[in-house]
C-alpha cells in the first residue's frame, strides 16, 4: 500500500457571483514511503490547488467535490480540523512558496520553532532549545540565528528556516510548493541539494510542485504533467527526459537548455490554457497542440498506461500502436513548421561598431548608516564600467545582492553614484536638472520583473500606455489612441481594440509582460532596462517574450541592459555579460565566450548551479 493514495479527486472553486471553476479534475495517483514526486505545469494548471487539497489546506471558495485522499491506510478527505491537527507536523508537512510570507515577521526564529514542537511534544526548555539548534544546523544554519528575527535573515536563509520548521517533527510526507522560486541559482541548488541529502536520511516522501522542469526532473524520481486541472503523463524522470510522450510535456521540456551547450533552441507553446467555467469538450490541450487530429477536438483522452508510465493523448497512443514516436529531428522540424522555435541570432555582425549610448565609468555605490553609535558603511557597487550600445543587449548576471538592482537605480537616476560618472550620449547625468533630466529619463525606460503589480489592477490597459504618452510625447485624443493601438500591435497583442480595453486581470502572464513592454516603449526610448523580466513567468512563454524584446532591440537599435540570475535567457538574447559579485565586475566579454570558457571561479559557481538532468541522468546509468 502506497503512503499517499488519491483517487478521483475533484476540486472546484465556488462562487454565487461568479462562474464555478473546476480548478482539479478526476485525478488519481500514488505516492511511497520514501519517493520524491514531481508535479509540474503552467500557472492556473491547478497544482497549488490539488497540493493543498491533499494536506487538507483549502481555502474558501476552494472546495473538494468528489474523490478521496487516503493518507497511510487512513482516508482524511473529510477529516474535521479538530481531527487532522495531530496529524500536521507529526506526519504531514509542508514548505510554502514565498519564505517571506511563511514566517511570522513578529516573532524570534526560536519561538516560531517553539511553538511546533511544544504543541506536539512533551520536552523541557533545554530539549527543546537543543532541538531547535539540531534543526537550524540540519539545514546549515548557525544557531545563534534562532534569537534573529525574520526580516534580518536573507531570502535563502529563510527558506532553509522555513524546511527546518516542515522537518522539526520528523513528518512522514513533504509537500514543497514552488520551494526555491525566486532565489538565485547557487542558493536555490543549496537548498535542493540540502534537502536530497535529508530526504534520503529521514525518508520521508515529498511532493515537489514546480513549473521548473529542469530542477524537477534532476531532482524527482518520477515526475507529472497537469493541465488545466488534469494529469495529462505521469513518468519516471529519466524515461520524461528521454521521450516525453504527452505534446504538452514536449513542449515544457523543449522550453529548457543548458546554456553551456554549443548550440542551444528553446521552444514555447502556442495559445493560452483554456477557460475552465466554459463547457469544454475533447483535449483541453488541443487548441494548442500542434499534432492535434480531429478526435483530440471532440473525444477526451482517458490517462492510460503507456510504455513505463501513462499518458493522456490520442496521437501519442496512434503512433505508439503504429511505432512511429516523434522523437529527434522530427521534433525538431515539426516545431520549426509550427513557428514555435526560438534560436539566438549570430552575435558576430560585420556592420561596424555601433554607437555607445551610456558609459558607466569607475562607478562606486556606498550605503551608510549608524546602527546604535556605531557608524556602518556598506558598498554595493564597486568600481564597475561598462558601455550599452545601440541594438545591442548586455546582460548583467550574479546572484540576489551582488549589485545588479542598485546599477539599474543609479542608470535611471533614482540613485546617485558616490564616485564614479555615468554618461548619456557623452554628458553626465548627474550634472543634468530640469527638463534636461526629464528628457534623460524618456530615453530611460524599465521592463519590471512582476508583470502582476507592474500595472494598475483598476485601470485598463489604454491607460497605462496613455499616460507616457501624455508625459512625454504630448499626444492627445485621436493621436494618442491610434498610437497605443500601434504599441499594442507591436508587442504581438492582437486585434489590440480589444485588449486595449481589458483590465490586468483579465490578461495572462505573458500578455501583461507584453503590456509593460509596450508602456517601456511608448515614449520611444533609446535605452530599455530589463531587470528579471521573465523571472515571473511560465517557461512555457518565456522564450515567446524573449523573442520579443530581441526583435525589438534589433529592429529599433534599442540598447538594452538585461538584468538576471538566469544564464539560459542571458545566453539567448545578450552580445555582452557582464559577472557581478559583491559589487564588482569579475568577468565580462562575448555572451558565448564567458558561459562556454570561464575564466572566473564566481562564474563557474553560477554555471554549476544550472540544473543538469542529463549529467544526472547520465551518472545513474
Known sequence: MALLEVRDLSVSYVSKKRPT???VRNVSFDIGEGEIVGLVGESGSGKSTLGNALIRILEPPGEITSGTITFDGRDITRLSEAELRPLRWTQIATVFQSSMNSLNPVLKIEAQFRDVIELHERMSREQVDERIAELLRTVEIDPAFMNHYPHQLSGGMKQRVALALALALRPRF???DEPTTGLDVVV??????????????????VLFISHDLGTVLEFSDRVMVMYAGELVETRESADMLRAPRHPYSRGLLGSYADPRAEDIRITFIPGRPPDLTRRLQGCLFAPRCVDALDRCHVEAPALLPLGRGEVACHVAMMRAEQGKELVGEAVIARDEAAGTVFVPRNRDDTEGAPETLLSLRNVTKTFSGRKRFVRTTFTAVDDVSFDLRAGKVTALVGQSGSGKSTIARM???????TSGNILFEGRS???????????????IQMVFQDPFSA???SLPVHYALGR???NYQGLDGRARRQRILELLESVGLTPAERYAEMLPHQLSGGQRQRVVVARALAPEPRIIIADEPISMLDVSIRAEVLQLLDALVRDRRIAMLYITHDLLSARLIADEMLVLNRGRVVEAGPVQQVIRQPQDDYTRLLLDSIPRPQAALAAAE
Not at 534537502?195 to 525518508?203: A, K, P, S, Y
Open 455 to 457: 500595472l494598475n489592477p
Open 188 to 205: 536555490q541548488r543549496q537548498i535542493l541539494l540540502r534537502l536530497r541529502e535529508l530526504q534520503r536520511e529521514q525518508g520521508f516522501a
Open 468 to 470: 507616457p504618452l501624455i
Open 411 to 417: 542608470i535611471t537616476a533614482i540613485d546617485r553614484p
Open 174 to 176: 513533504v509537500l514543497l
Open 21 to 23: 471553476v473546476p480548478a
Open 429 to 443: 547625468i548627474d550634472q543634468m536638472r530640469g527638463a534636461a533630466l526629464k528628457d534623460y529619463r524618456r530615453n
